[in-house]
């Protein structure tokens, strides 16, 4: 077994190791955690000598990304039980066999047992984001263990770290790293959808929004639907093919609404009663009067860090007060977080705070979140990153 160096923690600081949370921050560590080179396995033990888990080290407030709470080797056999795991999760799930899916979330971070690691499967296109060195230094084995899991399902490996890496390996290019690049067409509960993992947000699309697009879509029959953030058009397409009257989408981006059309006529129908917007969502808000049915409000992260988070907040409250304006009286809004520094309870609470200062008469129908292939680890509660309600406005 290989013999990786060891880091120490101060007195009493097992304890969330001993719960099986997968964070060491650094003020728990000795003096050795600055000497010790970003990226490098470690095993951490407490300060007399018991072992408690083998990580990688991040510079900064986390300094320690645990990976097993095991002793063992990190090398090929490691990554393929992990994406072995983690693809028989997805098994299970029905989302490898699926005649009306063929897009997945196969590696979700801390939710399958890896901090850092993102890989999302497009029709025969594994995506892998790296968000810390010390995953992208194991690229090259991750994708072996990902030919050896997936087989002759696997066409293609892309790399699209770049944005997510900080630090040491900052130089990093996205590209293709295996195989040959696929056309990025990709179903979901048999819709059609362009996927660009190249140019497109995230890893090119929003896997995550799945199951609340399909309950969008039970309530869309003959109703005015106004999709703001809409990047590419998920809300959008099963709004429509769901009987909708009338759907309008809104998205900064002049490159997301190009797509979003070629989303809308693949699954259209001949169907012509939708309009998109290149333009800021406030900007829109200002200037068009138009009341809709349904309003659906899914923002980027308001907040990537503690810091931010009164700031986001603040974000969140005016977005939702000018979100309500555009309700008809009894319609429905859709509202989205995706920042994991704005709990549920907070988010909630903010909501609270702007129906409070609409006027209006808000009840909540659902409360969302992230579907069973975006799983979070019952030792991380962090992990729930999007929170969603549905709200009646009368």
């Not at 002759?152 to 195989?179: F, P, R």
């Not at 979901?188 to 190249?198: A, I, L, P, Q, Y």
């Not at 099963?238 to 006529?265: F, H, P, W």
């Not at 994991?340 to 409070?356: C, G, I, K, R």
Request: aromatic fraction near 10%; hydrophobic fraction near 35%.
């Amino acid at each position: 077994m290989t013999k990786y160096p060891v880091l120490r923690l101060k007195p009493g600081k097992e304890k969330s190791l001993e719960r099986r949370h997968p964070w060491v921050f650094s003020g728990a560590l000795t003096e050795e955690i600055r000497k010790t080179e970003e990226g490098t396995i470690v095993e951490i033990n407490d300060i007399n000598g018991r072992y408690l888990g083998t990580g990688y080290v991040q510079h900064g407030s986390i300094a320690v990304r645990i990976i097993s709470f095991e002793k063992r080797d990190i090398d090929t056999l490691f990554w393929k039980d992990t994406i072995g795991k983690a693809f028989q999760l997805r098994q299970r799930l029905g989302y490898t066999d699926s005649a009306t899916t063929n897009c997945y979330r196969l590696m979700h971070g801390e939710g399958d047992g890896v901090p850092g690691l993102i890989i999302d499967y497009y029709a025969g296109t594994a995506v892998i984001q790296c968000h810390t060195s010390g995953i992208y230094l194991h690229l090259d084995t991750i994708a072996e263990a990902l030919k050896s899991v997936l087989g002759k399902e696997l066409k293609a490996i892309y790399d699209k770290s770049k944005e997510t890496l900080h630090g040491a390996v900052s130089e990093a290019q996205n590209g293709l790293i295996w195989g040959e690049a696929a056309d990025g067409l990709v179903m979901e509960n048999g819709f059609k959808f362009h996927v660009d993992w190249v140019s497109g947000q995230k890893t090119g699309f929003f896997l995550d929004q799945r199951d609340n697009r399909a309950l969008l879509g039970r309530y869309s029959k003959s109703k005015s639907v106004l999709n703001t953030f809409a990047y590419t058009g998920g809300f959008s397409v099963y709004a429509l093919a769901n009987g909708a009257l009338k759907v309008d989408s809104v998205d900064v981006s002049k490159n997301a609404i190009e797509t979003l059309r070629k989303n809308m006529e693949l699954n259209s129908n001949g169907a012509q009663n939708f309009e998109s917007y290149a333009e800021d969502t406030f900007q829109f808000f200002k200037r068009d009067n138009t009341l809709y049915d349904i309003v659906i409000l899914d923002p980027p992260a308001f907040a990537k860090n503690i810091s931010a988070r009164h700031n986001a907040i603040m974000g969140y409250k005016r977005l939702n007060m000018e979100g309500m304006k555009k309700v008809s009286p009894g319609g429905l809004l859709f509202t989205f977080s995706c920042s994991q520094v704005v709990d549920a309870e907070t988010f909630q609470q903010t909501v609270y705070s702007a129906a409070l200062e609409s006027g209006r008469d808000v009840k909540i129908l659902h409360r969302l979140t992230q579907p069973a292939d975006h799983p979070v680890s019952i030792y991380h509660p962090e992990g729930e990153y999007l929170k969603g309600l549905v709200l009646y406005v009368d």
